[in-house]
């Protein structure tokens, strides 16, 4: 009936739209992406269903049975309204390497991507920043702050993540909305000030094999 | 704790030409805008193509968003738009091109929408 109301009652864009941007946020399970969506949107976070198929893995192939592995990955994602005309969408990117086309498909026509890192399990983040870095694409790094986890000084993050001097590298909460979109702003700000084509070779540098003398970080000032 | 270099694996960039070449489905992205074209619905819908249509009839939505709200997968959704484009049902329009994607003045609305929302 037409009173009834609808089981999946969508919320529209303006009538005046006309850009739609997205920018991806990235991370390990568990590292805060969905929480920083929700807090940014304007609506409560969406999410398709996409299905993978890849190679097996090894169990799989020493059995010789399989040759395929079907996998359902939730892709969750946000929008938030920023001008009459123009509008954010953030999707959640899983990090790891086997939804590789996924993906890709998601970061097609991206802005850039904030990285969220959790600094109690920093080594689950290397995967999805060699990733970012593969594809060419910007980033801003955040620490999401757990109120658990130990605090680093950002140079030391900064040797740890093996970030460029130039890749911001910014703490925020996702449960706040404002300090999300501050963490946006530092993203975006990179993007205006160092575009990546003008952004020259990655200088290859000695693998940090120590392990993490205080006070010995050797990435510059580190920023901020 | 080692850093993140001795992990490291390099494969090569898609970005550089990833978005060109793809087939021509594929042009429907997850941020197609999508609106009705306004005319009435043709007589002879698929069940997905009509529910796909009345969505968009009520206003306009990205493609990801109709996937989500249809719990269809993306996939489906880019051939459904495809088809209702074809019949003059929708019309959809492309995202930001590549080219404007790092356009300063796009990336300066989106900075001051930011600081508006902060
Ligand atoms: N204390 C604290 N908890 C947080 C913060 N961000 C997220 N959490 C909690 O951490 C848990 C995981 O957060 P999610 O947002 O679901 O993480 P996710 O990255 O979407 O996880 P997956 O989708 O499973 O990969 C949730 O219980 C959140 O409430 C934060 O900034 N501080
Ligand atoms: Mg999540």
Redesign the pocket.
């Known amino acids: 009936m037409d009173s009834a109301p609808s089981d999946n009652a969508a919320t529209y864009l303006g009538s005046n739209t006309q850009t739609l941007v997205k920018v991806l946020v990235a991370?390990p399970?568990?590292?805060?992406?969905?929480?920083f969506i929700r807090a940014l949107s304007e609506t409560a976070p969406l999410h398709t269903e996409e299905t993978m198929t890849q190679a097996s893995a090894s169990v799989d192939s020493l059995i010789g049975v399989r040759d395929k592995v079907t996998t359902t990955v939730a892709m969750d994602f946000g929008r938030r309204t920023l001008t009459d005309d123009l509008v954010l969408y953030l999707f959640?990117t899983?990090g790891q390497r086997r939804f590789k086309p996924l993906w890709e498909d998601v970061s097609r026509g991206a802005l850039g991507a904030l990285v969220l890192v959790d600094t109690r399990r920093l080594g689950d983040s290397f995967e999805v920043i060699d990733l970012i870095e593969e594809s060419g694409m910007p980033y801003a790094v955040a620490v999401?702050?757990?109120?658990d986890a130990p605090r680093h000084e950002p140079e030391v993050l900064r040797d740890h993540l093996d970030l460029d001097p130039r890749t911001p590298l910014v703490t925020c909460?996702?449960?706040d909305a404002g300090s999300a979109v501050d963490a946006l702003i530092a993203l975006v700000t990179h993007l205006l000030t160092d575009p990546p084509d003008a952004a020259p070779e990655a200088v290859p540098d000695a693998a940090p094999e120590a392990g993490l003398p205080s006070g010995t970080a050797t990435a510059g000032d580190g920023g901020r | 704790m080692s850093g993140r270099r001795s992990e490291r694996r390099l494969v090569p960039a898609y970005m550089a030409t990833g978005g060109r070449a793809a087939p021509s489905r594929n042009t429907f992205d997850r941020l197609t805008l999508l609106s009705a074209a306004g005319g009435p619905l043709p007589g002879r819908l698929a069940p997905a193509q009509r529910r796909l249509a009345e969505l968009v009839n009520g206003g306009p939505l990205s493609l990801a968003e109709a996937a989500a709200y249809l719990v269809l997968p993306v996939s489906v959704v880019r051939v459904l738009v495809a088809d209702l484009v074809d019949l003059g049902v929708l019309h959809a329009r492309a995202p930001v091109p590549r080219a404007e994607q790092h356009d300063p003045r796009l990336l300066e609305r989106v900075l001051s929408g930011l600081r508006a929302i902060r």
């Open positions: 991370g399970f568990g590292v805060g992406k969905t929480t959640g899983p999401n702050t757990f109120d909460d996702a449960r």
